[in-house]
């Protein structure tokens, strides 16, 4: 038996062992990064060493133009060796970051792949893109310059025992100011931890803003509301910017605040041991050694604080990434869920089956049964729980009580892909791909044949308009469609769930954008692909579903009538007034 287990490695502890745990699989590259950046700095230590062999060798007037030369060609080597030591620690260690960054990146969109529509009813879409691009980034910095900039760290302490090895006065002179620097690092820490938070949860709300306004361009074109939006969303990025440029002051201020008392200190030295060599208490090479070593401490201890900088990012981003990596699938296999079953044949069935929204009750007591191979219609004014049903159907959602079966089993024990694939689903908001026809067409179906694809757009009316078009079926289509008409789309849709081949097809008000002569055509074209599998439609129209083997009303969640089309018409009640409403409207129209 086959359970979900989450793939990825985060989690709600520290964030940094989230981190560390996709970086666990890499561990060799960065541990031969890690050790072949040590063995430079080694390497690079031995600079002060000759440096002063070579003062020393002037100052005994010992030295002469081949010697000259052969100091050069050492330190020589001692740059260009620690020059491709670090080239090859980079590779080894941004390669690996980028591989830790696939892996995450892979498992946060498969990860939100899998969750229900609460989460996303919970969540904006801006807010979630943010953390898999913006917040993402911080944590691939982190385990890529981030780490390699705590490998540098390993020269602080070699630094210090090249320096008391020349002398250690003047390196008591300076480690004086580290506790100064400690305490600095330790309030910048703190602030640029919270900050990042502030500044990352403000990224996510221009995301959103702008995805909200992009999805609904046309919404806010039709209401003038376009100079609204753009102070609205100047305002979002003012806070932005405010916040951003909180967070670059202080770290900008810890980088120079770290650099400036290195600096100090190195003054400090000049000065110090200046006097020392004056009194004959330091030979003059073992100052100038001294003080490359101090350069070269410098760089280490004034990087500290973009490293603290993308440690915290890093740490933060991780943190907004593990809270939507620990969302748990609301509609998932479990313990209970049963792999032996045979293929779905479609037979439906709703046993007392309630469900609401939080507080707010949706479906009372809905007991419906649906045979294999028959088609049933559920029509009903808007809000009065139609769609809601079919959400069950499909497991957008479960059940609070009761239960719904599939060919006698509870949906809940049949595996979530093996019931959707059975499941052709039309929704009421049609979504297509900015991709060609063809490829949304066969979205469930990529193998399909030509014949195949030429039968599901000639039974949902769609076959002529494509014929029509210059590139016919590789027409490229725009965002969500939008050189579609709305009645195009849907029957794109209907074209996209009748390939599929499913055991049970729903249509939830999927001729609502078509007019009634087509709506009439595509009726005619599904009668086929109707008789050889379960459907279920939803629809305002009673033109539409009066074909039906059984006709059910729903009114505040409850089923209140039920019969064909002649039975209810016959029954005088909720479906007879609707019908001779819709008549009087098609009447009118006409007139």
């Excluded at 009316?461 to 195009?488: A, C, F, K, P």
Aim: proline letters at 4%; hydrophobic letters at 45%; one cysteine or more.
């Amino acid at each position: 038996m086959t359970v979900y287990q989450p793939e990825h490695k985060a989690s709600l502890g520290h964030p940094v062992r989230s981190i560390f745990a996709y970086a666990r699989p890499y561990a060799w590259d960065y541990l031969r990064g890690a050790i072949l950046g040590a063995a430079f700095l080694l390497i690079d230590l031995a600079m002060p060493v000759v440096i002063r062999t070579v003062i020393t060798a002037f100052q005994q007037d010992v030295m002469t133009p081949r010697l000259l030369g052969f100091y050069f060609i050492v330190l020589l080597g001692i740059a260009s060796g620690t020059g491709v030591g670090r080239y090859y620690q980079r590779l080894l260690m941004i390669k690996a970051s980028r591989k830790c960054e696939y892996d995450l990146r892979n498992d946060y969109f498969r990860h939100v792949q899998r969750l229900g529509q609460g989460f996303f009813h919970r969540n904006k879409t801006g807010d979630i893109m943010a953390r898999a691009v913006n917040d993402l980034e911080y944590v691939r910095m982190f385990l890529g310059p981030g780490l390699m900039g705590s490998v540098d760290m390993i020269r602080v302490p070699l630094s210090l025992a090249v320096m008391i090895y020349f002398s250690a006065k003047l390196t008591l002179i300076t480690i004086i100011p580290m506790p100064l620097v400690s305490v600095m690092v330790y309030a910048f820490i703190t602030y640029i931890h919270r900050q990042s938070g502030v500044v990352q949860d403000q990224f996510a709300r221009v995301t959103s803003r702008v995805q909200e306004n992009l999805a609904g361009a046309r919404v806010v074109k039709a209401y003038a509301a376009a100079s609204r939006e753009e102070r609205d969303f100047r305002k979002e990025c003012e806070a932005y910017m405010r916040q951003s440029m909180g967070l670059a002051l202080v770290t900008n201020f810890a980088w120079v605040s770290v650099g400036t008392v290195v600096g100090l200190t190195i003054l400090l030295v000049l000065w110090r041991g200046g006097l020392l060599v004056i009194n004959g208490q330091l030979p003059l090479g073992d100052l100038v050694g001294f003080m490359v070593c101090v350069m070269m401490l410098a760089w280490p201890l004034a990087q500290f604080g973009w490293v603290m900088t993308l440690y915290q990012r890093g740490a933060v981003g991780m943190k907004r990434i593990s809270e939507i990596l620990a969302e748990e699938p609301a509609i998932r296999d479990d313990a209970d869920t049963r792999y032996d079953l045979p293929p779905v044949k479609g037979a439906v069935t709703f046993e007392r089956v309630r469900f609401g929204f939080e507080s707010r009750p949706v479906l009372h007591d809905i007991n419906l049964s649906v045979p294999q191979g028959k088609t049933v219609a559920i029509v009903g004014p808007t809000g009065s729980g139609k769609s809601s049903i079919v959400s069950l159907l499909t497991r957008e959602y479960d059940p609070a009580e009761g239960r719904v079966f599939i060919d006698g089993v509870d949906a809940r024990r049949i595996p979530v892909a093996k019931l959707r694939e059975a499941i052709g689903y039309v929704p009421q908001d049609t979504f297509l791909f900015s991709d060609t026809i063809r490829a949304n067409v066969t979205l469930g179906r990529p193998d399909a044949a030509q014949t195949e694809i030429d039968y599901a757009c000639r039974a949902a009316q769609l076959h002529e308009t494509i014929e029509g078009l210059e590139q016919g079926y590789d027409t490229l289509l725009g965002e969500r469609g939008v050189n579609l008409s709305g009645g195009q789309k849907q029957r794109l849709a209907i074209a996209r769930a009748i390939l599929r081949d499913p055991k049970i097809l729903v249509l939830d008000d999927a001729l609502s954008s078509v007019d009634t002569h087509t709506e009439e055509r595509i009726l005619n074209g599904l009668e086929e692909v109707t008789t050889q599998r379960t459907s279920v439609i939803i629809s305002h129209r009673v033109s539409t579903v009066r074909h039906a083997d059984e006709i059910v009303v729903v009114d505040d969640g409850r089923i209140v009538e039920r019969g064909t089309h002649a039975d209810l018409l016959a029954l005088g009640g909720a479906y007879a007034a609707m019908h001779a409403r819709q008549q009087l409207e098609a009447q009118l129209e006409e007139t």
